[in-house]
């Protein structure tokens, strides 16, 4: 492929470092075949400092997805699926052009379980995040790179500055773990901000269960709940509506704040602010 400079309107930094880069292989293939996966998915392959390592070492899949944006790589890679031998596999490689956000459902969920692998843009992770994060029956694991600052948020525990309604929403589906630090100086041109590889998995069982018809109400409290996160709880509620009575029934101490909330706690809110709003 040829050679690219950093597209400043995309704000990309292309990851060079070959320990961060065999990292993320090695995890990816490991989850890969753990959870028997029948495609893989990389957002943002650039010039393919994963995409490469990946189409090498990954076994055992059916369909290989690339998500570009940029035109000019959309049709580097449309060419260089096509017309080069070393990358007719055994499985199908498939491009999906344009904005990932914008790509519906079916485009990158036809063959499940699918994993996911991904240096993600800066401007856009926690977005993409959690539009995956949406279907872990069909998504078992992700290897993904964020900034430093937002894969914190995702694996922050209780209690901590980082700890909130985006680690809350994401552990309760998912387990997250640190899979590696990444300095600035791994990739070309080096960003401003430290970056960081995390592993999600897919837990068998969410920490609050709950239907999916109620899957809006949950996120509406953890909106409300964090809209005053150095507040106590019960001064940081909206006095009308049912919030103060969800957390007078819930029993959770109103002199808490939102990141003092244990998940026993924010399940037996969520459950009081669901039998408020049914009686109302």
Known sequence: ??????????????????????????KTSELAQKYQCRALLEIGPGKGAITYPLLKEISGIEEFLIAERDEAFINNWESELANNPALKREYLCRVLGGDFLDQPNDAFLKRTPLIVASNLPYSAGTAIVVRLAYHPESIPAMVLMFQAEVAERLRAEPSTKAWGSLSIWIQNRWDVKKLIAVSPGSFQPPPEVNSEVVVLE??????????PEDENHWESLLKVCFSHRRKMLRSGLPKSGPWQNALELSQVDGSKRSEALQWDEWQRLFEAYLKVKSGQ
């Open 1 to 26: 492929m040829p050679a690219h400079g950093k597209r400043r309107a995309l704000g990309q930094h292309f990851l060079k470092n070959e320990k961060v880069i065999q990292t993320i292989v090695s």
């Open 202 to 211: 897919a837990r068998q069982t969410p920490r609050i269960p709950m239907r």
